[in-house]
């Protein structure tokens, strides 16, 4: 199992970040995204977003559970499922993560058993009011490969 972690100072260091590891995304990738309220969640997927060409303003799905942004490079699936309780069989999840797009799900221990097994477990913590630790943990082969990728070709300070 692969992992990498990095220290940001700020929300720009955090989306670069983001956007680095959607430049390596591709259809079917499914990425988790864990940590407390706060803690920047919604700031990586702004921009992850970015990072697929995206234009449109992004935001916390909540209260919609699934929001989709199709006019990037690659359709976005922006999931929040914390305020899910046993409805996600009936979301039809499973279309989603073996669909033409990325998924990214916020909160995604809340729905483990539904996940695929191979997946880019990503955790934020606040560790300052602006600094982020962010660690990536690989699962699975194609995961491993998409953090050597980004490792290759980070800029950020790690």
Not at 98 to 123: F, T
Request: proline fraction near 3%; charged fraction near 30%.
């Amino acid at each position: 199992m692969k992992q990498l972690t990095w220290k940001t100072k700020n929300p720009e260091e955090t989306k670069a970040i983001a956007k680095l590891t959607a430049s390596f995304s591709r259809p079917g990738d499914v990425l988790t995204l864990e940590g407390d309220l706060g803690a920047g969640k919604t700031t990586f997927t702004k921009g992850f977003a970015e990072g697929l060409g995206i234009s449109r303003v992004v935001n916390s799905p909540t209260f919609t559970i699934i929001k989709e942004y199709s006019d990037g490079s690659l359709p976005l699936y922006h999931m929040d499922v914390y305020r899910m309780e046993d409805e996600s069989e009936d979301l039809g999840l499973e279309e989603y993560f073996e669909g033409q797009g990325v998924c990214l799900v916020e909160w995604a221990h809340l729905i483990h058993d539904q996940l695929p097994c191979d997946r880019l477990e990503i955790v934020l913590k606040r560790v300052g009011d602006e600094e982020r630790e962010i660690t990536f943990t690989a699962v699975g082969k194609r995961y491993e490969t998409l953090c050597e990728e980004i490792n290759k070709h980070d800029n950020i300070s790690n």
